[in-house]
């Protein structure tokens, strides 16, 4: 199974919050999301995220096979719930997915990211600057990448541009 992590991040390297009158998403950078979701027919979220959707009251994602990621949900109508990435994976696997979008947030990137569990990266950068919150990180202790390569880099027109990186595994 192909993973791509989709991450909008700001001009400042920080993860972009995407949520809320102060840090609105970036429509270039929603309609990426919806093709990388549209190109894979699913996503993986972390609960918090998968919320905020919900709040947001729209369902733009059709039949689109969803996973959420949770410890403290038994189940949601309409998505799969899983308690860990190895299960969001198998999931997906066994309903004929070749490639599972992560779409968010920080803490579900950093889960499958520390777990060597991501082999793409799709990076909208928007003209947006975020401070202290949230951040992609690796656990340095547990370092399990090399070789980034820069497959594609495209402007999405607003001032974003979108970087997609491939992720070698050691
Ligand atoms: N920049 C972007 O591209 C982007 C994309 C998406 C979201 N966002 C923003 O990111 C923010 C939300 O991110 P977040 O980090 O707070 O939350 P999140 O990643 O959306 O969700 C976190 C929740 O996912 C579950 N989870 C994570 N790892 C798990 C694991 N290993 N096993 C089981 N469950 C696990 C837990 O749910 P339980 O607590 O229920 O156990 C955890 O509380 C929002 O501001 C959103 O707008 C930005």
């Known amino acids: 199974m192909r993973t791509i992590l989709w991450a909008t991040l700001s001009a400042n390297g920080n993860y972009a919050r995407n949520a809320g009158p102060e ?21 993986i ?4 995220t998968f919320e905020s959707f919900q709040a947001g009251g729209e ?17 949601i109508p309409g998505v799969k719930v899983v308690a860990s990435p190895q299960e969001a994976l198998a999931h ?23 777990q060597g569990l991501v082999d793409e990266m799709i990076c909208p950068i928007t003209p947006v600057l975020e401070g202290k919150g949230y951040n992609i990180l690796l656990n340095q202790d547990h370092y399990q990448y090399k070789d980034i390569q820069l497959l594609d880099f495209k402007s999405l027109g607003g001032g974003v541009v979108r970087l997609h990186y491939a992720i070698g595994h050691e």
Do not use: C, M, W, Y
């Not at 979220?45 to 918090?48: E, H, L, M, S, Y």
């Not at 309903?95 to 950093?110: P, Q, R, Y």
């Open 92 to 114: 997906l696997q066994a309903k004929g997915h070749t490639t599972a979008l992560l779409a968010g947030g920080a803490d579900l990137h950093n889960t499958f990211l520390q």
């Open 45 to 48: 979220v972390g609960r918090r």
């Open 59 to 75: 369902n733009p994602f059709g039949d689109i096979d969803i996973v959420v990621l949770t410890k403290s949900v038994k189940g």
């Open 23 to 43: 840090h609105p998403p970036r429509q270039e950078a929603l309609s990426d999301f919806l093709d990388q979701v549209k190109a894979a027919g699913n996503f």
